[in-house]
Nanobody, 124 residues
Framework: QVQLVESGGGSVQAGGSLRLSCAASGSTNSRRCMAWFRQASGKEREGVAG???????RYADSVKGRFTISQDNAKNTLHLEMNSLKPEDTAMYYCAARWACAGNWNDRFNFPIWGQGTQVTVSS
């Protein structure tokens, strides 16, 4: 069973940047699809960015051009580079993994493995 641990969250002012990381451990099978989700207070969890087995990337419209998802297979780590942050980006950010990559990348029900989350707060 793989374990995911996020880090890199924090508080920044609007226009600032943060880089989130997600370290995976407990599994030697690196052929998995991964994604970042976020959940703001009182709202449903939503997909932010996803990356598949071949390195293809998908983004929510709200973050296109500002966020970049990447992975370091050698270090078993997933990253999310977030630039030009806005107050509406404030949320708990979660890393998620799955091995059956069928279905929508941004459907949280397609992901069985989750990290504990890291808080991102953007002030105006």
């Amino acid at each position: 069973q793989v374990q995911l641990v996020e880090s890199g969250g924090g508080s920044v002012q609007a226009g600032g940047s943060l880089r989130l990381s997600c370290a995976a451990s407990g599994s030697t099978n690196s052929r998995r699809c991964m994604a970042w989700f976020r959940q703001a207070s009182g709202k449903e969890r939503e997909g932010v960015a996803g990356i598949d087995l071949y390195g293809s990337r998908r983004y929510a419209d709200s973050v296109k051009g500002r966020f970049t998802i990447s992975q370091d297979n050698a270090k078993n780590t997933l990253h999310l580079e977030m630039n030009s942050l806005k107050p509406e980006d404030t949320a708990m950010y979660y890393c998620a993994a799955r091995w059956a990559c069928a279905g929508n990348w941004n459907d949280r029900f397609n992901f069985p493995i989750w990290g504990q989350g890291t808080q991102v707060t953007v002030s105006s």
